[in-house]
């Protein structure tokens, strides 16, 4: 007569052990994907920020999929941990082990195949919005290396409604307005004639301050200024300095970049 099987054995517990652990690394990879996912957004809008754009799109998605990425973790966890407790106390009583059910499993296979699925939907959305800020950052690069460091944008405004937008943009940011230099009325009333120039100047010594703290010749540059002129055929064009010309000359650390990278945005929106 065959003596039953004894499930107390200790191949039954280094076997329930090894499965207790990959369900702990699948709890561990959707934690540290979800914390990856949940950051995305954030890369990107410091991305955008040091290339001086608006964001591509809204990035709160990605801190919702990454947020429930990692509490799908933890809850794989837990459950693996009751799952394996279960186990080795019906191992221990010489129980034979019910069938397991795969609705576990199953069950996260699904909602990572959606999540996936919803990704790649958001990124193919925000496809054609990034590559047309890659190619109008390019061209502003291209400009740098041919102006020292100044930028160019075209508005598709007069001077005065270029600057009028420039300031309410300002003022919608809280951002103060130190002065309004008129080049071409100064020059008209000094008896010289030259096309509509216009110079805002504006800061936020909350972001301006940490700059000079770090480099203090950057106070030369600052506060942060754009040229609102108009060209022999009419056309408008905006300028200013390069954030990364700026930092490049006073050698400030590039983490403070974003701090006067609002120029680029403010200028984008003022020509739109």
């Not at 193919?124 to 502003?140: F, K, M, T, V």
């Amino acid at each position: 007569m065959t003596e039953p099987r004894k499930f107390d054995d200790f191949p039954d517990y280094l076997a329930a052990e090894r499965t207790f652990l990959a369900w702990v690394r699948t709890g561990l990879a959707l934690m540290g994907f979800g914390f990856v996912v949940d950051r995305f957004g954030l890369f990107l809008r410091q991305l955008e920020a040091l290339r001086g754009s608006s964001p591509i799109a809204p990035l709160g998605v990605s801190v919702w999929f990454g947020t429930g990425l990692l509490l799908l973790g933890v809850a794989v966890n837990l459950m693996a941990a009751w799952r394996h407790r279960r186990l080795v106390r019906e191992l221990a009583a010489g129980m034979p082990p019910r069938a397991r059910p795969v609705a576990q499993a199953s069950a996260i296979a699904v909602i990572l195949a959606a999540i996936g699925l919803a990704l790649a939907i958001y990124l193919i959305l925000a496809r054609n919005p990034w590559h047309a800020s890659l190619d109008r950052r390019g061209e502003e690069n291209m400009a740098v290396a041919a102006n020292e460091g100044i930028l160019r944008m075209p508005s598709r405004h007069s001077v005065d409604e270029t600057v009028d937008r420039l300031q309410a943009a300002l003022q919608s940011r809280g951002v103060k307005v130190f002065a309004l230099v008129d080049h071409g009325g100064e020059a008209a009333r000094a008896g010289f004639t030259i096309r509509p120039t216009k110079l805002l100047i504006f800061g936020n010594p909350k972001a301006g301050t940490p700059l000079m703290l770090a480099a203090p010749s950057v106070a030369l540059d600052l506060p942060l200024k754009i040229l609102v002129s108009e060209d022999p055929d009419g056309r408008v064009w905006m300028s200013y300095d390069s954030p990364e010309y700026l930092a490049s000359r006073h050698g400030f650390p590039a983490d403070l970049l974003p701090n006067i990278a609002v120029v680029g945005a403010l200028a984008a929106k003022a020509g739109e």
